[in-house]
């Protein structure tokens, strides 16, 4: 089940486990979100570019699926 939640304030998680959650999201929600579903949907998208910024600089990216 994904967490939808960080570790912690200052430890990001790897893009991988953030865009899992994004998928695990758009699956449960068939591809629509519900209006409840937008702010998590928000904050993991946001989530996810700070985590591939980090990962770019740091020269770990992966290629997505």
């Known amino acids: 089940m994904p967490s939808f939640m960080p570790l912690s304030q200052g430890a990001a998680r ?3 486990v953030v ?3 994004i998928r695990a999201l758009m699956r449960r929600a068939c591809g629509r979100l519900r ?3 937008r702010p998590v ?3 993991l998208v946001a ?3 700070v985590a591939t910024a980090q ?3 740091l020269g ?6």
């Open 47 to 49: 989530e996810w570019i």
């Open 41 to 43: 949907y928000e904050r």
């Open 55 to 57: 990962e770019r600089a």
């Open 60 to 65: 770990d990216v992966v290629a997505a699926a």
């Open 14 to 16: 790897p893009a991988a």
């Open 35 to 37: 209006a409840e579903d």
């Open 19 to 21: 865009n899992e959650d």
